[in-house]
């Protein structure tokens, strides 16, 4: 597609329930990025892949969260056992290829996750 | 770990005014990229400037990699440019390290 999609766009859980964030990145770029955004903050970065391979998962809060890449494409950010503090904008970004020469990020316009 | 700071982190301005934000960073990096992020939460790329100067319509960079700095300059300011402005660097780890932002409003 023209850009980074990413869906749902909005998601309301409840706490303790399991949530699934999807990202669709750019054609043809072979790395990608999950970060996190609190309400008023920067972003923090949670997860990266080149192509399906995830050399990089340093910035992930704790073990209910996780992570996958198909097919050199989609990405799906798993968080299990939801919490309230989980919530925040969940953004992808991808780019061309990995490392320092890989270009600029692009963005998605996020998934809101609110946790009750 | 590197530091990246900006300034001014709040920022109200009439419309048609000139406006400079500045990013500093605390180590020698690789990348550096400056987007917008409207009010709607959209990331919007502005420039992609390790170093040099570039230019795009009312906006323009400049990054001195030698002295860890980097300024947006935003001429003629409309409404429209109202947001929160974000200066993200990268080392050799390929992750984006971020800035706290800053935030402008263009008051009509």
């Known amino acids: 597609g023209a850009g980074v999609s990413q869906s749902p766009s909005n998601k309301v859980t409840e706490k303790g329930k399991d949530v699934e964030l999807r990202c669709d990145p750019i054609?043809?770029?072979?790395?990608l990025y999950w970060y996190r955004q609190r309400l008023g903050q920067g972003l923090e970065f949670l997860i990266y892949?080149?192509?399906?391979?995830?050399?990089?998962k340093s910035g992930l809060p704790s073990d209910r969260f996780s992570a996958e890449r198909t097919g050199e494409s989609v990405s799906t950010l798993t968080i299990q056992r939801t919490q309230q503090e989980d919530s925040a904008v969940y953004l992808c970004?991808?780019?061309?290829?990995?490392?320092?020469?890989?270009?600029?990020?692009?963005f998605g316009p996020g998934t809101r996750l609110t946790v009750l | 770990g590197i530091q990246v700071e900006q300034s001014p982190p709040d920022l109200i301005l009439q419309e048609g005014a000139n406006s400079t934000l500045r990013c500093n960073f605390s180590d020698s990096v690789n990348n550096l990229q400056w987007f917008h992020q409207n009010p709607w939460g959209q990331l919007i790329n502005l420039f992609y400037?390790?170093?040099?100067?570039k230019q795009n319509g009312r906006l323009s960079a400049t990054t001195v990699a030698t002295e860890r700095y980097s300024l947006l300059y935003i001429s003629s300011s409309q409404t429209t440019d109202s947001g929160v402005y974000f200066c993200?660097?990268?080392?050799?780890?390929?992750?984006?390290?971020w800035g706290a932002g800053t935030k402008l409003i263009i008051k009509p």
């Open positions: 970004a991808s780019r061309q290829q990995g490392g320092v020469a890989g270009g600029e990020q692009f």
């Open positions: 400037i390790p170093s040099g100067t």
């Open positions: 892949f080149q192509g399906n391979s995830a050399p990089d």
């Open positions: 054609s043809g770029h072979t790395a």
């Open positions: 993200a660097v990268e080392l050799d780890s390929y992750q984006l390290i």
